[in-house]
């Protein structure tokens, strides 16, 4: 079975410009979550979609915004790219809403670059 | 507010030695906790996760982590340590009460030694 995939891999932007990063999860699950991990740390929540709505958000400005598809693939958009922006993005599938019970599984990963 | 700690940036040992990866969290309500490991230019994979059942936990590869509630710790831990468990591994809480979210360690980088 084909795991989380992420569109593209490696990405380079300039200030100002936004960005659409792309995901597909697993077959069957219904939630996606994104994360940021700056080099040198720990992911970073974004957001959760379950059911096509946003369920979690975390501390991020109004730049990020982020949608999930009849098909639970996702998108996730940054507007007004900053430097500081520049990390790998990371994408997580789960079957359920609950991390009590479900195992996220995560994509590669996207590597934004912003210069 | 939670938070997870995770002692040493990096941590060597040698090839066939005992790997010890320690994790502290906060939590005012019962936690539960997740090892991942990432390879490099890798996504990341559950090693294993603490949802209140046994306090001692066994994952994929070898590793094992056993829940202190008293100590506030969720340490990995590995009998004899392989070069291929060379990786960054992360240590995750969330609570029971959220909103599914993972609040996450810096990270420890294993290096293991010939």
């Known amino acids: 079975d084909a795991g989380v995939t992420q569109s593209p891999t490696h990405l380079i932007k300039t200030r100002g410009q936004h960005v659409t990063l792309r995901c597909s999860p697993i077959s069957g699950h219904k939630s996606v979550s994104w994360y940021q991990q700056v080099l040198g740390q720990g992911p970073q929540f974004i957001f959760q979609?379950?059911?096509?709505?946003?369920?979690g958000r975390g501390n991020f400005p109004d730049r990020f915004s982020a949608r999930q598809f009849p098909n639970y693939s996702s998108e996730l958009n940054v507007n007004a790219l900053l430097l500081g922006d520049s990390a790998l993005y990371l994408c997580?599938?789960?079957?359920?809403?609950?991390?009590?019970?479900?195992?996220?599984?995560f994509g590669p990963g996207t590597r934004l670059t912003v210069l | 507010a939670q938070s997870v700690t995770q002692l040493g940036s990096h941590v060597s040992v040698s090839e066939g030695a005992l790997v010890l990866l320690r994790c502290n969290y906060s939590?005012?309500?019962?936690?539960?906790l997740f090892w991942y490991v990432q390879y490099p230019n890798q996504g990341l994979q559950l090693l294993l996760k603490y949802t209140s059942a046994a306090t001692l936990v066994k994952g994929i590869n070898g590793f094992e982590a056993e829940f202190k509630k008293s100590e506030t710790s969720f340490h990995l831990t590995k009998p004899s340590a392989h070069m291929s468990d060379a990786a960054e591994y992360f240590c995750?809480?969330?609570?029971?009460?959220?909103?599914?979210?993972?609040?996450w360690g810096a990270g420890t980088k294993l290096i293991i030694k010939p």
């Open positions: 939590s005012s309500v019962p936690p539960y």
């Open positions: 995750a809480v969330t609570r029971r009460d959220s909103n599914y979210q993972l609040i």
């Open positions: 997580a599938s789960s079957l359920f809403r609950s991390s009590s019970t479900d195992t996220q599984y």
């Open positions: 979609y379950y059911e096509k709505e946003e369920r």
